[in-house]
């Protein structure tokens, strides 16, 4: 079975600051990890993936991800936020034995403070 | 691209309905929809995974004869929820998956269902 922990439920961060969202998974096989952006009452978009290859993936609207293999952990950043980042944050992985099925993390709110 | 539609985008009715949500992709081929249910300040929740043409496959604890699911055709899967009661207000999402194989899902905008 695969399980995705986000280890931050809330993070507060002023404009313009750098942020880390943290995101670690287990899985006993490979596998895929995406990280998806929800707005209130949205459903979800996605930010980057990690499928194969560069093990450090950009997205959209500036951010990037690392997959790290060894520490299992897959931690969404961004240099320098914008009011406009304010969303929840959630991490997923698929593939192994799921057969394509995403399983979720809890989610992490980020909230950026003018 | 990528486009996943859903109707309606909310919906209120009351307890002993039915209420019928469709999710489409719109510019691309699914063979695979999947049905979520969120609830507030929760993360996702799969629900069933819908394959074209075959019979709905659900997670465990989810009741297959309440939420109906069919995969009609390679861009339309529905979900309806027999016999709603107020314990099934929630926030429904659906995902689509590129016929293509690609492994990534493309999510619609969600339905919002009262059951008053």
């Known amino acids: 079975a695969q399980s995705v922990t986000q280890l931050d439920s809330q993070v507060p961060v002023f404009e313009e600051a750098p942020v880390e969202l943290r995101c670690n998974y287990s899985s006993s096989v490979s596998v895929y990890l995406f990280w998806y952006v929800q707005y209130p009452n949205q459903g979800l978009q996605l930010l980057l993936k990690y499928l194969s290859g560069s093990t450090l993936v950009k997205g959209i609207n500036g951010f990037e991800a690392e997959f790290n293999k060894s520490q299992t952990s897959f931690h969404l950043r961004k240099p320098s936020v914008h009011i406009s980042d304010t969303a929840e944050y959630f991490c997923?992985?698929?593939?192994?034995?799921?057969?394509?099925?995403?399983?979720f993390g809890q989610g992490t709110i980020l909230t950026v403070h003018p | 691209g990528a486009v996943v539609s859903q109707h309606p985008s909310r919906v209120i009715c009351k307890s002993g309905t039915s209420v019928k949500i469709e999710c489409r992709s719109l510019?691309?081929?699914?063979?695979?929809m999947f049905w979520y249910r969120q609830f507030p300040k929760q993360s996702l929740m799969l629900m069933a995974t819908?394959?074209?043409?075959?019979?709905?496959?659900?997670e465990q604890g989810v009741e297959k004869d309440k939420f109906l699911i069919n995969h009609a055709s390679l861009t339309l899967s529905t979900l309806t929820v027999t016999s709603a009661h107020p314990e099934d207000s929630s926030f429904y999402i659906c995902s689509a998956r590129d016929l293509r194989g690609e492994e990534t899902q493309y999510f619609g905008p969600g339905t919002r269902l009262l059951v008053l």
């Open positions: 510019d691309f081929q699914a063979t695979t």
């Open positions: 997923a992985v698929s593939g192994g034995t799921s057969y394509g099925k995403l399983t």
């Open positions: 819908s394959n074209e043409g075959s019979k709905a496959t659900y």
